[in-house]
Structures are given as C-alpha cells and as structure tokens.
Nanobody
Framework: QVQLVESGGGLVQAGGSLRLSCAAS????????MRWYRQAPGKERELVAG???????NYADSLKGRFTISRENAKKTVYLQMNSLKPEDTAVYYC???????????????WGQGTQVTVSS
C-alpha cells in the first residue's frame, strides 16, 4: 500500500508564505515524477508545478517566480514553497506521484488527500 500525505496548509495573509510538504510511504521501489495541483472552489483542478526524479521542474506560467517545487528523494517527499501569496491562490492543494511499488512492474499514479490553503486579503 502507498500513501501520500500533504501538510503545511493553513490561513495566511496576502503577501505571506507557506511551505507545503507531501510525504510518500509504503512499499515503494522508485518515485518518478511528483507534482502539485490545486483546485479552487467552482474551478477545475490545475497543475501548479512538477518535478522529475532528476530534479527538472516545470511550472504553470502564471506562478513562475512565486512558487518553487523541490524534492528530497531520501525522504520520499516533495515540497512547494509559496511566496507572495494572493487571495486567488486560495485552493485545496494536492500532490501526486508516479510510483513503482515493491513486487510490481508497472508504475501507478497516486494522489494525496489535499491540504487547504486560504489567503486572506
């Protein structure tokens, strides 16, 4: 069994910062790509940022320069540093990861349960 657990969300004033974490656990052989998504009320889930196992990153164009994704492979954890937060960043933030489990040849995509980020004006 594999689990992804996000943490670090909360309430912050506009202009503030938050650092989200997403830790994977279970019978894991390899974690490939890891990503952060977000979903605001009444909107579709959107990709925020992604990072490969080698550390190559990509970002939503609108978030470049404010958000930074990183990972610690030894801790099976991906982070999202969010700076200069705006009220429109309010959303539930989800992580996902492409994981190969022990004893399995295929790679599957797993999702966390989400963490709420609320930015007040």
């Amino acid at each position: 069994q594999v689990q992804l657990v996000e943490s670090g969300g909360g309430l912050v004033q506009a202009g503030g910062s938050l650092r989200l974490s997403c830790a994977a656990s279970g019978s894991i052989v390899t974690i490939f790509g890891m990503r952060w998504y977000r979903q605001a009320p009444g909107k579709e889930r959107e990709l925020v940022a992604g990072i490969t196992v080698d550390g190559n990153t990509n970002y939503a164009d609108s978030l470049k320069g404010r958000f930074t994704i990183s990972r610690e492979n030894a801790k099976k954890t991906v982070y999202l540093q969010m700076n200069s937060l705006k009220p429109e960043d309010t959303a539930v933030y989800y992580c996902n990861a492409d994981i190969r489990r022990t004893g399995m040849e295929v790679t599957m995509r797993y999702w966390g349960q989400g963490t709420q980020v609320t930015v007040s004006s």
